[in-house]
């Protein structure tokens, strides 16, 4: 009896320690739309990303191409725009928790259709947002 309640504490400790919602991926299959991605490159920094403010076309292929042109760790941090975008198959396994994490020195692609919004875009990293590392994707 004694185990059995320290479990199921166990387990709401554990859904409390989990981010506030999960994170859908959505993936098209649309691959000719996919196959014209437009290429954007944003470059992460120590601590910013470049261009912070990015303006995208709904409905568009785009491909992401992030940069970290340092050598610690940053990530892109975007869960309702990943969340409302339509993914490429291939590229659903980099976003978790509407995040792509990018090692130093490293380069992450995603291939994404947008969808209409303004959406918050931070590095998830501890202390880098508050340090400047926020920007913000706009759809129209
Ligand atoms: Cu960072």
Same mark, same amino acid.
């Given at each position: 009896?004694?185990?059995?309640?320290?479990f199921?504490?166990?387990?709401?400790?554990?859904?409390?320690?989990?981010?506030?919602?999960?994170i859908?991926?959505?993936?098209?299959?649309?691959?000719?739309?996919?196959?014209?991605?437009?290429?954007?490159?944003?470059?992460?920094?120590? *601590?910013? *990303?470049?261009?912070?403010?990015?303006?995208?076309?709904a409905g568009?292929?785009?491909r992401?191409?992030?940069f970290?042109?340092?050598?610690?760790?940053?990530? *892109?941090a975007?869960?309702?725009? *990943?969340?409302?975008?339509?993914?490429?198959?291939?590229?659903?396994?980099?976003?978790?928790?509407g =995040?792509?994490?990018?090692?130093?020195?490293? =380069?992450?692609?995603?291939?994404?259709?947008? =969808? =209409?919004?303004?959406?918050?875009?931070?590095?998830?990293?501890?202390?880098?947002?508050?340090?400047?590392?926020?920007?913000?994707?706009?759809?129209?």
């Amino acid at each position: 009896m004694v185990m059995r309640h320290l479990f199921i504490v166990s387990l709401v400790l554990l859904s409390a320690c989990a981010s506030s919602r999960p994170i859908e991926v959505h993936t098209t299959a649309d691959s000719a739309v996919l196959a014209n991605a437009e290429s954007v490159e944003i470059r992460l920094a120590n *601590f910013s *990303f470049k261009p912070s403010d990015i303006h995208l076309k709904a409905g568009r292929a785009y491909r992401l191409v992030l940069f970290n042109e340092t050598s610690g760790g940053h990530s *892109f941090a975007a869960p309702d725009f *990943f969340e409302s975008a339509q993914i490429a198959p291939a590229d659903a396994d980099k976003v978790s928790d509407g =995040t792509i994490d990018i090692a130093g020195n490293a =380069t992450e692609t995603v291939v994404l259709i947008p =969808t =209409t919004g303004t959406y918050d875009l931070v590095c998830g990293h501890f202390g880098h947002a508050a340090l400047g590392m926020t920007g913000e994707l706009v759809v129209d």
